[in-house]
Every structure is written in C-alpha cells, then in structure tokens.
C-alpha cells in the first residue's frame, strides 16, 4: 500500500511509514482483524483524530518489539483506521495510543501509553504466551 493510500493524511509520518515501508496492513473497519494472516499481531493504535506525542515514539519502537518477542515469521505489525481504533478502545476500555495483541482476528491483550523497554518485553511478552479462547 502506497503512503497515499492511507485514508487518514493527519497520521505520524513514523505512522504512515509502518504501512508505507514496512507493509503493515492498514485495518479500516474493526472486521479487517479477522483477514490478518495467521501469526499473533500488534495491531498500533495511534489516536486518530489528535496529534498524541507517544504515538511517534511507539511507531518507532513498534517493529523493534517485533522483532525481540519473536521476528516477523512469528509476528506481525498493523495500523488501526479510526474505525478499527474506536471499536477496540471502547470494548477493551483503552488510553491512547495503544498496542493490542490480535490473535485469530480478536484481541488477546493490550497496552496503553509509551512504556519503557524492558516492561513492553514482560507485558507483550505475557500477552503473546496468554491461550486464545478457542483454545480453552
């Protein structure tokens, strides 16, 4: 997907750059989850609708997280649309911006706000080894 594709020009550049560069799908409506391809995502909320300051810092760090808890052959990266965005923050009762874990098209978890290294690597770590519900 090309940068101009995105549907919301107020993005981040370091948010844009996610799909634009990396490839990441951009998730329009909250039903795009379930067409993610099998491995556990990190779906990026990243505050439509208002410059937040942690969001550039988090889209930075994103693929970063990716790559410790697992690498691309285990994980994968998308972009919330606004929709995607006020559908997961009003069921999971989310601050933005945000990380949500989605496995099998639903949320497994999420982490609000910028956080420092080390607690990302414990919380989506926990998040990424928690069973899906179909598995219970």
């Given amino acids: 997907m090309s940068e101009a594709a995105?549907?919301?020009?107020?993005?981040?550049?370091?948010?844009?750059r996610l799909v634009s560069e990396r490839a990441w799908p951009?998730?329009?409506?909250?039903?795009?989850?379930?067409?993610?391809?099998?491995?556990?995502h990190f779906?990026?909320?990243?505050?439509?609708?208002k410059a937040h300051l942690e969001s550039p810092d988090i889209a930075v760090v994103l693929?970063?997280?990716?790559?410790?808890l697992g690498g691309e052959a285990v994980l994968g990266g998308a972009v919330a649309g606004p929709k995607t965005e006020a559908?997961?923050?009003?069921?999971?009762s989310l601050a933005?911006?945000?990380?949500?874990?989605?496995?099998?098209?639903?949320?497994?978890?999420?982490i609000s706000r910028m956080r420092d290294w080390d607690?990302?690597?414990?919380?989506?770590g926990?998040?990424?080894?928690?069973?899906?519900a179909a598995t219970h």
């Fill in 26 to 40: 951009y998730l329009e409506a909250p039903e795009d989850t379930a067409r993610l391809d099998a491995r556990d």
């Fill in 96 to 110: 933005l911006p945000a990380i949500v874990v989605v496995r099998a098209g639903l949320p497994v978890g999420a």
């Fill in 63 to 68: 693929p970063e997280l990716v790559k410790a």
């Fill in 6 to 16: 995105i549907p919301d020009p107020n993005l981040h550049p370091l948010v844009r």
């Fill in 126 to 132: 926990a998040l990424l080894k928690t069973p899906s």
């Fill in 119 to 124: 607690e990302y690597l414990e919380r989506l």
């Fill in 43 to 49: 779906l990026f909320l990243p505050a439509h609708g």
């Fill in 87 to 92: 559908a997961l923050r009003d069921a999971l």
